[in-house]
């Protein structure tokens, strides 16, 4: 079992910066993909951005040159750096990433969601 723990989340101005992070514990023998979701009331959750294995990022459109994501492989962390965030941006940023046992069975984990308001 996998547990994510994300803290980070906040109240921050148009224009402002945030930096999200999540650390991953429990059983894990390799990770194959840690990445940021976010949902807002409303829509359905979307992709924020992720980082595989091989360090390739894929990004949400609405966020490309705001955004970065990054990792930490020896302590099986993610972080999100969110600058120049917009009201739009208001949603619950859930951690997820894909992790395998030692058996190589994989699985999808989800934290428990940290929220992210962006008004002034």
Same mark, same amino acid.
Request: glycine share 10%.
């Given at each position: 079992?996998?547990?994510?723990?994300?803290?980070?989340?906040?109240?921050?101005?148009?224009?402002?910066?945030?930096?999200?992070?999540?650390?991953?514990?429990?059983?894990?023998?390799?990770?194959?993909?840690?990445?940021?979701?976010?949902?807002?009331?409303?829509?359905?959750?979307?992709?924020?951005?992720? =980082?595989? +294995?091989? %360090? /390739?990022?894929?990004? *949400?459109?609405?966020?490309? @040159?705001?955004? $970065?994501?990054?990792?930490?492989?020896?302590?099986?962390?993610?972080?999100?750096?969110?600058?120049?965030?917009?009201?739009?941006?208001?949603?619950?940023?859930?951690?997820? =990433?894909? +992790?395998? %046992? /030692?058996?190589?069975? *994989?699985?999808?984990?989800? @934290?428990?969601? $940290?929220?992210?308001?962006?008004?002034?």
């Amino acid at each position: 079992q996998v547990q994510l723990v994300e803290s980070g989340g906040g109240l921050v101005q148009p224009g402002g910066s945030l930096r999200l992070s999540c650390a991953a514990s429990g059983t894990i023998f390799r990770i194959y993909t840690m990445g940021w979701y976010r949902q807002a009331p409303g829509k359905q959750r979307e992709l924020v951005a992720d =980082i595989n +294995s091989g %360090d /390739s990022t894929n990004y *949400a459109d609405s966020v490309k @040159g705001r955004c $970065t994501i990054s990792k930490n492989d020896a302590k099986n962390t993610v972080s999100l750096q969110m600058n120049s965030l917009k009201p739009e941006d208001t949603a619950v940023y859930y951690c997820r =990433i894909i +992790s395998s %046992d /030692s058996r190589g069975v *994989a699985n999808v984990y989800w @934290g428990q969601g $940290t929220q992210v308001t962006v008004s002034s």
